[in-house]
């Protein structure tokens, strides 16, 4: 079992947080949101796959990979030209 002591940023809460690409975003902000949701999407269709068929559950682990993919693009915004 990993043990976790304490863990600090030192940053405190200002109602930011980092994207990908450290850039500091409010924690609010549309795509803090969207990829959070896509987050939870994720973890309900892993609940889900404990409950369904070894068929469906091939389906919603891509779905889950797609998501992954998705997240990740979420939380590294464009690089501005």
Do not use: W
Not at 26 to 43: F, H, M, P, Q, T
């Amino acid at each position: 079992m990993v043990k976790l002591d304490k863990i600090y940023t030192r940053g405190g809460d200002t109602g930011l947080t980092s994207l990908g690409n450290g850039d500091r975003v409010k924690k609010d902000s549309l795509r803090v949101k969207s990829y959070g949701e896509v987050d939870e999407i994720n973890a309900i269709i892993g609940v889900v796959t404990c409950y369904c068929s070894d068929n469906l559950k091939k389906n919603l682990r891509h779905i889950q990979n797609e998501l992954f993919d998705i997240g990740a693009i979420l939380c590294v915004p464009e690089k501005k030209k």
